[in-house]
């Protein structure tokens, strides 16, 4: 466990140093991490698409791929905690390396067996490991240097993760979806050129699963056999609930109503990525080896609304943008349902630019005034990722029932939710109970 | 010329001059290297395989010659393509055959205009060692060719035709059927009809059969015939359409005529994206049997390419699958759903 004795001296002109000197390296491999599972997150939305058409089922079977994987990083954000507690975030970050290594490797069996739950277990494995690596490096990145500097590194690494993201669709758009045996071809073969086109199939996904364990291992050695002085966590410790936390929390609807907005965003976001390839295949036509591009512009629009939004909101107040970007999302999600042409296929990938403000506006919103509570009171936000395993299992029943492009109303409804909690907060004051955390104890 | 650009080499349309015989100055044809030029394939000896289709603008055919060009490009040979005016223009068809033995074809996917009239043409062919396939539509007599890779328009047929009577039977209803075909004497519209009845179980003069009219698959005759078999019975409740054309011009003489979606079952065949998106999907038509130029393209350079490179000659029928695709499934009878049929739909 580390210890305040770790943590590592800091001369004095070096306070404005982004990251102590002796832990560049170290610094550079988390960097890694964050492109890391950036990488395998969005190779996943490509994956239920892919999964669908190797195996011909429901789209809410293939959904469950996007359950697995939400289902795991939600189940291991607690236990992560714990690890990094118990042992220090650098077996922190090697156990959620090796975990998702194995995760990545777990792709050959299942290859080999040819059964999708087998897939499923291993994306399993794999979001588990990420998981435990995510709330292990999050922290880490910041005690790697000096406190004042500590929101800029985090930035910095949490930049790459969304380069790791359009990686990961880049894989997708590129080695699997162009390659995948035609549906056509499918409907003339026989039992044994069926297996054949499927494991051919399969070898396609094989490969950026294994590119991706390989890098992970990579990683995982350099980190191993790197000395590291592992600074220690000077924040408020998981479990470490000051007494009444809870009931504050609780009594707090600007908090309480915000951890629902996250779900719901959440929901939102993973629904709409998950089912931007379908709803161009399925809705508009479009071929397997170009719908990817589609998901593609989706997360290129998300970075870039991303900057402007930070440009937006420092003139604008959040709740407000929160609330327009919540209302253009519904008002993107109802064009595509109603029409089921590449308007709508536009109207989806435009739902990204609402989605972008989203996760850090509700965060800061629904935490403002929590004073020493804000710590606890983030990890039920981060929390709310269930949003992501939940809600696209319904999205994807109701496209079995209805059409992809009907499904939309799921993101739409979510949205919803999210553009009434940014007018409750409009409209509502805080009461004094509810910033009662902030007068100093 | 290939589709997104995937042509690796030249890439050029020879005009009509260029068929030095001059018998057909309409004839489009179109080469597509989709190999290296230089023949640095390895030990392979470049191949030259060709496509004829009826027609350039339907998008049926042009769905067929973007497919057979991206196979021909992952087999690394060379594609030579022509198309004719029209349907009927076997003239074109004659001396894209014609040009593409002289180019030292190995094999010719050829869909004929004209089952009959194209076959000395085709028997020319086959005695200069040129491997012929015919796609979509047989030769008469089928014999004329290696083989033929098409659709199973009967099963086509029967599978609308089971359609229709399982939803007649789950709304109670007594058929009372119109049949809009295609022209006498044409084997595929033929097939199509046959199988129609045998699916819906009635029996060719059956009284419930109100009436029928030829529309050549053309909208706009669908529309008229469906408008004449209205007039004198203005109770039918089950449409059967031999193409999509045909059946978008029926539904326009019931929408015409008062009629509400759910009154008439009406069923078709072919599985183009217009008829899936706007027919289909938003319940203008009942049903469609989908069937696959993308099969018969694939298939037929793949076996053309085998041949060439020494392996087993085609011979014999190659069904290129059909599919029922509808909105209403019902239970008796397996189907698709549009999801299934935009994803594979032609056009």
Redesign the interface.
């Known amino acids: 466990m580390a210890t305040a004795s770790a943590v590592p001296a800091v001369p004095k002109r070096a306070r404005a140093r982004l990251v102590y000197p002796q832990l560049t390296v170290p610094f550079i491999l988390l960097v890694l991490c964050f492109a890391a599972w950036g990488t395998a997150a969005n190779l996943t939305d490509v994956m239920v698409g892919v999964f669908r058409s190797i195996f011909d089922m429901s789209n809410l079977q293939a959904a469950l791929v996007q359950f697995s994987y939400y289902g795991a990083y939600f189940l291991l954000a607690i236990p992560a905690a714990f690890i990094n507690r118990r042992f220090g975030y650098k077996v922190g970050v090697l156990t959620g390396l090796g975990l998702a290594a194995l995760g990545g490797l777990l792709f050959v069996p299942a290859s080999e067996l040819l059964v999708y739950e087998f897939f499923l277990l291993a994306l399993f494995v794999l979001a588990a490991g990420l998981s435990i690596l995510e709330t292990s490096a999050n922290p880490f990145v910041i005690a790697m240097g000096p406190e004042n500097t500590a929101t800029q590194r985090l930035n910095l690494a949490q930049a790459f993760n969304p380069v790791g993201a359009n990686i990961g669709v880049l894989l997708g758009a590129v080695l699997i979806l162009p390659h995948i045996t ?4 499918k ?2 073969m026989s039992p044994d050129e069926l297996r054949r086109s499927q494991e051919a199939d399969l070898s396609l996904v094989l490969g950026p699963y294994l590119g991706i364990a390989l890098v992970l291992v990579i990683i995982w050695l350099l980190i191993f056999y790197r000395k590291m002085p592992t600074p220690a966590e000077k924040s408020q410790e998981a479990g470490e609930v000051k007494s009444g936390t809870l009931t504050r929390l609780w009594r707090n609807r600007h908090y309480r109503y915000g951890v629902g907005a996250q779900f719901f965003n959440v929901a939102a976001q993973v629904s709409v990525w998950t089912f931007t390839i379908l709803y161009a ?5 479009v071929p ?3 719908s990817g591009w589609y998901l593609q512009a989706s997360l290129i629009l998300f970075l870039v609304a991303r900057f402007a939004m930070t440009y937006l909101l420092g003139i604008f107040r959040p709740a407000k943008l929160l609330f327009l970007m919540g209302a253009l999302g519904v008002v993107f999600c109802l064009i595509a349902m109603f029409s ?2 590449m308007v709508g296929l536009i109207a989806v990938v435009a739902i990204s630019l609402s989605l972008s403000l989203m996760f850090p506006t509700i965060y800061g919103v629904a935490l403002q005034g929590l004073g020493e509570d804000t710590k606890f009171g983030a990890a039920g936000l981060v929390m709310a990722i269930l949003g992501g395993a939940l809600i696209p299992l319904i999205h994807a029943a109701l496209m079995d029932q209805v ?2 492009a009907f499904g939309f109303i799921v993101p739409g409804v979510c949205l919803a939710l999210v553009t009434c909690y940014a007018l409750f907060d409009l409209r509502t004051n805080r009461d004094a109970d509810e910033l009662v955390a902030e007068v100093p104890a | 010329m290939t589709r ?1 650009g995937r042509a690796t080499g030249w890439d050029a349309r020879l005009s009509a001059r260029l068929l030095a015989t001059g018998c057909a100055a309409v004839l489009s044809l179109a080469v597509a290297a989709c190999g290296d030029d230089d023949g640095d394939a390895g030990a392979d000896q470049q191949i030259t395989i060709g496509l004829i289709t009826k027609q350039e603008t339907n998008p049926y055919w042009v769905t067929m010659r973007e497919v057979a060009e991206q196979t021909a490009e992952e087999h690394n040979v060379q594609l030579l393509t022509a198309a004719g005016k029209s349907d009927v223009d076997n003239e074109s068809q004659v001396a894209a055959l014609q040009y593409m033995s002289a180019r030292d074809a190995a094999g010719i996917l050829i869909a004929p205009a004209d089952s009959e009239a194209v076959v000395p043409a085709i028997e020319e062919a086959r005695e200069e060692g040129v491997t012929v396939i015919a796609v979509d539509t047989p030769t008469e007599p089928r014999s004329a060719v290696d083989a033929l890779f098409a659709t199973d328009n009967r099963q086509a047929g029967e599978l609308i035709g089971r359609y229709a009577r399982a939803k007649a039977e789950a709304q109670d209803i007594q058929p009372r059927v119109a049949m809009l075909e295609l022209a006498p004497d044409i084997t595929s519209g033929e097939l199509r009809h046959d199988g129609f009845l045998e699916g819906l179980g009635l029996e060719e003069g059956d009284p419930r059969i109100v009436g029928s009219v030829n529309t050549e698959g053309d909208r706009a005759k669908g529309r008229r015939g469906m408008e004449q078999l209205l007039e004198g019975n203005p109770d039918i409740n089950i449409v059967y359409a031999v193409n999509e054309p045909a059946a978008f011009g029926a539904a326009a003489a019931l929408e015409a005529a008062g009629k509400d979606e759910g009154d008439v079952i009406l069923v078709t065949v072919d599985g183009g ?1 217009d008829a899936i ?1 706007r027919g289909i ?1 938003p319940g203008v038509m009942d049903a469609t049997a989908q069937q ?1 130029p ?2 018969m393209a ?2 037929g350079v793949r076996a053309l390419v085998d041949a060439a490179r020494g392996g087993e000659e085609p011979s014999g029928y ?6 029922l695709i509808t909105g209403n499934p019902v239970e008796a009878v397996e189907s698709r ?4 049929g ?4 032609w056009g």
């Open positions: 035609p549906e056509a071809s409907t003339i295949q399925d809705v508009v036509g397997p080896g170009d089921q042409n059409g992809a | 997104g994206c998106k999907r696959y993308e099969n694939r298939e190659l069904n290129t699958g059909v599919e759903n549009t999801a299934f935009v994803r594979n739909c």
